[in-house]
C-alpha cells in the first residue's frame, strides 16, 4: 500500500475519534500499524484501544513494544490503562523512579529519553512531564498516601501551570493550608500571555483577604477580553459572565456569610448550566444556612435521579433531611456519600454536624478527627472539634484545637471568635476583649447580621472588666445588627443596671421579656431592678429599722 494511502488511513483514524467511533478507529488504527510498525501507528492504534475502553489489550499493546521504557509517551499511556485498571503499584512501576522535594521539585529522574509521537501540531501542549507527575499523585492518593499525592501534585501544576487538574485536586481536597496555597500560585512560572490565568488560579484559592482586595481580583478578570471578531474592534468577549468566575464568586459571598446573595447567584448560574456541580455544592450550603427545604429537595432529586453513583447526589439528600432537623435520616445519606467518595469534604463535615446537633459528642468527634486526616489544608474539622470540646467544658483542650485550627488558617475570624468565646468562659476577659476584637477587624466585608453574636460577646467581655461605656456601644451596634436577640437587650439592661440606672434597665429587661416571656434571668432581673427604682426614691431616714 503507497504511503498515501496509508495517510488517508490515518486520517480516517483521526476521524473516527473525533465522531467517537472507536470500534471503527481501533479497526483502521490496526490496519494501519500492521502494514508499517511505526511507532507513531502503534501509539495511535493504543490510543484508540484506550478510547474504547479496551485497557488491557491497549496495556498489552504498549508493554510489547520495544520502546515502552524509553518513550515517555508510551510509559504515559500504558500507566494510564493501569490507573483505570485500579492497578496502582504497577502504575507507578511503570511511571518509573523519580524523587520529589517538598516544594515540589523533581530529581533523580531518568526520564531523559523524551520523543513526541504522533503530534496533533498543537501551538501549546502540556508538558509531558507534568502529567506524568499528576498521573503519580492520583496512584499515591489512591494508596492513601495523601502526603506523597500531594507533593506530586505540586510537582504537576510547577512543572506546567497548564495543568489545571493538579491544582484542583489540591484545592478541592483540601491538601494546603492558605499560606501554602497562596505559595504555590506565586511560585508558577505563567507565560507572557497568561497573566488572566494567574489571576483566576489567585481567584480558586482560599480567599480570606478584605473584601475591597477580593473583588479587585474579580474585576480584573471580569475585564479580562478577546477580540471575537476582528473587524468590530468593539466587539469584545469578556470572562465577565464565566460559570467558573461566578462559582468562585459565589463561594466567596457563602464565606463572607452573604448567604441571600450566594443564593441568588447560583440559582442564576444553576439556570444557565444546570449541571455545574461546584455551583451546585455552593447552592446546598447556601439553601441549608437559608433554611430553604423545598430548593434542597428538588435539588436532591434531581441529582439523585441524573448522578446515582456520585457522592454529591447523597450529600445532597443528607442536606435536606439535616434542614427540617431529621437528623438521623442525613446521618445515613451523609455516610452514604463518604461511602462512595471517602474524600469528599462537604460530606464528612454534614456526617459530624448531624452527630452535634444531637449532642452524640463522640461520634461527632470521630467524624471530624476523620476530616482532619484527610483533609489537612481544611481547618474546619479542627475547628468543630474544639467546639465539642467546648460543649463539654473541655476549655483548655478546646483552646488547643482552635489554636491548630489558626494555624491552618490565620485568617478566618471565626476562628478567633471561637478563641474568644473559650477565653470568656475561663473568664480571662482581657484576653477575649483581644480576640473579638481581632475578629471584627478581620470580618472581609461590612458588619452583618452573622456576626451580632460576636458583637454581643465582646460587649458581655467590657461588661465583666467594668468597661461600662465601651460594653454599652457595642450592645448597641449589636442592636443596629439585629432588633430580635434576647441576649443583647439582657445584657444592655444588667449594665445599666449595674450603674444604677433603674430606669433605662427596666425598659430593656421588659423588651427582652416582650421577646422572650419565660426569660428566667430577666424575668428575675427586673423585679429586683423595681425593688431597686422604689427604694433610689424612698428617704434614708425613713426606712424601718
Given at each position: 500500500?503507497r504511503?498515501?494511502?496509508?495517510?488517508?488511513l490515518?486520517?480516517?483514524?483521526?476521524?473516527?475519534?473525533?465522531?467517537?467511533?472507536?470500534?471503527?478507529?481501533i479497526?483502521f488504527?490496526d490496519?494501519v500499524?500492521?502494514?508499517?510498525?511505526?511507532?507513531?501507528d502503534?501509539y495511535?492504534q493504543?490510543?484508540?484501544?484506550f478510547l474504547?475502553r479496551?485497557?488491557?489489550?491497549a496495556f498489552h499493546?504498549?508493554n510489547?513494544?520495544?520502546i515502552?521504557?524509553?518513550?515517555l509517551?508510551?510509559?504515559?499511556?500504558?500507566?494510564?490503562?493501569?490507573?483505570?485498571l485500579k492497578?496502582?503499584?504497577?502504575?507507578l512501576?511503570?511511571?518509573?523512579e523519580?524523587?520529589?522535594?517538598?516544594?515540589g521539585?523533581v530529581s533523580?529522574?531518568?526520564d531523559?529519553?523524551?520523543?513526541?509521537?504522533?503530534?496533533?501540531?498543537e501551538?501549546?501542549?502540556?508538558?509531558?512531564?507534568?502529567?506524568?507527575?499528576?498521573?503519580?499523585?492520583?496512584?499515591y492518593?489512591a494508596?492513601?498516601?495523601?502526603t506523597?499525592?500531594?507533593?506530586?501534585?505540586k510537582?504537576a501544576?510547577?512543572?506546567?501551570?497548564?495543568?489545571?487538574?493538579?491544582?484542583?485536586?489540591?484545592?478541592?481536597?483540601?491538601?494546603?493550608?492558605?499560606?501554602e496555597?497562596?505559595?504555590?500560585?506565586?511560585?508558577?512560572?505563567f507565560?507572557?500571555?497568561?497573566?488572566w490565568?494567574?489571576s483566576?488560579?489567585?481567584c480558586?484559592?482560599?480567599?480570606?483577604?478584605?473584601?475591597?482586595?477580593?473583588?479587585?481580583?474579580?474585576?480584573?478578570l471580569e475585564n479580562?477580553?478577546?477580540?471575537?471578531?476582528q473587524?468590530?474592534?468593539?466587539?469584545?468577549?469578556?470572562?465577565?459572565?464565566?460559570?467558573d468566575?461566578?462559582a468562585?464568586k459565589?463561594?466567596y459571598?457563602?464565606?463572607?456569610?452573604e448567604?441571600?446573595k450566594c443564593?441568588?447567584?447560583?440559582?442564576?448560574?444553576?439556570e444557565?448550566d444546570l449541571?455545574?456541580?461546584?455551583?451546585t455544592?455552593?447552592?446546598?450550603a447556601?439553601a441549608?444556612e437559608?433554611?430553604?427545604?423545598?430548593e434542597?429537595?428538588?435539588?436532591?432529586?434531581?441529582?439523585?435521579?441524573?448522578?446515582p453513583?456520585?457522592?454529591?447526589?447523597?450529600?445532597?439528600v443528607?442536606?435536606?433531611?439535616?434542614?427540617?432537623?431529621?437528623?438521623?435520616?442525613s446521618?445515613?445519606?451523609?455516610?452514604?456519600?463518604?461511602s462512595?467518595d471517602?474524600t469528599?469534604?462537604?460530606?464528612?463535615?454534614?456526617?459530624g454536624?448531624?452527630y452535634?446537633?444531637?449532642?452524640?459528642?463522640?461520634?461527632a468527634?470521630?467524624?471530624?478527627?476523620?476530616?482532619a486526616r484527610?483533609?489537612?489544608?481544611c481547618?474546619?474539622?479542627?475547628l468543630y472539634?474544639g467546639?465539642e470540646?467546648?460543649?463539654t467544658h473541655?476549655?483548655?483542650?478546646?483552646?488547643?484545637?482552635?489554636?491548630?485550627?489558626?494555624?491552618?488558617?490565620?485568617?478566618?475570624?471565626?476562628v478567633y471568635?471561637?478563641?474568644?468565646v473559650v477565653?470568656?468562659?475561663?473568664k480571662?476577659?482581657?484576653?477575649?476583649?483581644?480576640?473579638?476584637?481581632?475578629?471584627?477587624?478581620?470580618?472581609?466585608t461590612a458588619?452583618?447580621?452573622?456576626?451580632?453574636s460576636?458583637?454581643?460577646?465582646l460587649?458581655?467581655?467590657y461588661?465583666k472588666?467594668?468597661?461600662?461605656?465601651?460594653?454599652?456601644?457595642?450592645?448597641?451596634?449589636?442592636?443596629?445588627?439585629?432588633?430580635?436577640s434576647?441576649?443583647?437587650y439582657?445584657g444592655?439592661?444588667?449594665?445599666?443596671?449595674?450603674q444604677?440606672?433603674?430606669t433605662?434597665?427596666?425598659?430593656?429587661?421588659?423588651?427582652?421579656l416582650?421577646?422572650k416571656?419565660?426569660d428566667?434571668?430577666?424575668?428575675?432581673?427586673?423585679s429586683?431592678?423595681?425593688?431597686?427604682?422604689?427604694?433610689?426614691?424612698v428617704?434614708?431616714s425613713?426606712?424601718?429599722?
Amino acid at each position: 500500500m503507497r504511503e498515501e494511502e496509508i495517510e488517508k488511513l490515518r486520517g480516517v483514524v483521526r476521524d473516527c475519534v473525533s465522531k467517537h467511533l472507536y470500534s471503527s478507529a481501533i479497526f483502521f488504527a490496526d490496519k494501519v500499524a500492521a502494514f508499517t510498525s511505526d511507532p507513531a501507528d502503534i501509539y495511535m492504534q493504543a490510543q484508540a484501544l484506550f478510547l474504547g475502553r479496551h485497557y488491557r489489550r491497549a496495556f498489552h499493546l504498549l508493554n510489547a513494544s520495544k520502546i515502552v521504557l524509553s518513550d515517555l509517551r508510551f510509559r504515559y499511556l500504558a500507566a494510564k490503562c493501569l490507573e483505570e485498571l485500579k492497578e496502582w503499584d504497577q502504575c507507578l512501576s511503570m511511571l518509573g523512579e523519580a524523587k520529589v522535594d517538598d516544594d515540589g521539585n523533581v530529581s533523580d529522574t531518568k526520564d531523559s529519553n523524551v520523543m513526541y509521537l504522533d503530534k496533533d501540531c498543537e501551538d501549546r501542549e502540556i508538558n509531558i512531564s507534568s502529567a506524568i507527575c499528576f498521573l503519580r499523585g492520583k496512584a499515591y492518593e489512591a494508596l492513601e498516601n495523601r502526603t506523597q499525592a500531594r507533593l506530586w501534585y505540586k510537582a504537576a501544576i510547577k512543572a506546567d501551570p497548564l495543568c489545571y487538574e493538579a491544582l484542583e485536586c489540591l484545592i478541592e481536597n483540601h491538601m494546603l493550608t492558605c499560606e501554602e496555597e497562596a505559595n504555590l500560585i506565586s511560585s508558577l512560572q505563567f507565560g507572557s500571555e497568561d497573566g488572566w490565568l494567574l489571576s483566576f488560579y489567585s481567584c480558586l484559592i482560599k480567599k480570606y483577604d478584605k473584601e475591597d482586595v477580593v473583588e479587585a481580583k474579580f474585576r480584573d478578570l471580569e475585564n479580562e477580553s478577546c477580540k471575537s471578531d476582528q473587524s468590530d474592534p468593539s466587539f469584545l468577549r469578556t470572562l465577565k459572565s464565566n460559570t467558573d468566575l461566578l462559582a468562585c464568586k459565589a463561594e466567596y459571598y457563602h464565606q463572607c456569610g452573604e448567604y441571600q446573595k450566594c443564593f441568588d447567584l447560583t440559582y442564576v448560574l444553576l439556570e444557565k448550566d444546570l449541571f455545574h456541580l461546584k455551583s451546585t455544592l455552593v447552592h446546598l450550603a447556601a439553601a441549608v444556612e437559608l433554611g430553604h427545604s423545598n430548593e434542597l429537595y428538588l435539588m436532591a432529586c434531581n441529582l439523585v435521579k441524573d448522578y446515582p453513583q456520585m457522592a454529591l447526589s447523597w450529600f445532597a439528600v443528607g442536606c435536606y433531611y439535616y434542614c427540617i432537623k431529621k437528623y438521623d435520616q442525613s446521618r445515613r445519606y451523609f455516610s452514604k456519600a463518604t461511602s462512595l467518595d471517602g474524600t469528599f469534604p462537604p460530606a464528612w463535615i454534614g456526617y459530624g454536624n448531624a452527630y452535634a446537633a444531637q449532642e452524640e459528642g463522640d461520634q461527632a468527634m470521630s467524624a471530624y478527627r476523620t476530616a482532619a486526616r484527610l483533609f489537612p489544608g481544611c481547618h474546619l474539622p479542627t475547628l468543630y472539634i474544639g467546639m465539642e470540646c467546648m460543649r463539654t467544658h473541655s476549655y483548655k483542650l478546646a483552646e488547643q484545637f482552635f489554636m491548630q485550627a489558626k494555624s491552618t488558617c490565620p485568617s478566618d475570624p471565626l476562628v478567633y471568635n471561637e478563641l474568644g468565646v473559650v477565653a470568656y468562659h475561663m473568664k480571662e476577659y482581657k484576653k477575649a476583649v483581644w480576640w473579638f476584637e481581632k475578629t471584627l477587624a478581620l470580618i472581609p466585608t461590612a458588619l452583618s447580621e452573622m456576626w451580632e453574636s460576636t458583637v454581643v460577646n465582646l460587649a458581655h467581655a467590657y461588661r465583666k472588666l467594668k468597661m461600662y461605656r465601651e460594653a454599652i456601644s457595642f450592645y448597641e451596634k449589636a442592636l443596629a445588627l439585629s432588633t430580635r436577640s434576647v441576649s443583647t437587650y439582657a445584657g444592655l439592661a444588667y449594665t445599666y443596671h449595674l450603674q444604677d440606672d433603674f430606669t433605662t434597665a427596666i425598659a430593656y429587661y421588659h423588651k427582652a421579656l416582650w421577646l422572650k416571656s419565660d426569660d428566667q434571668f430577666c424575668t428575675e432581673m427586673l423585679s429586683w431592678a423595681l425593688i431597686d427604682e422604689g427604694r433610689e426614691g424612698v428617704d434614708p431616714s425613713l426606712e424601718f429599722r
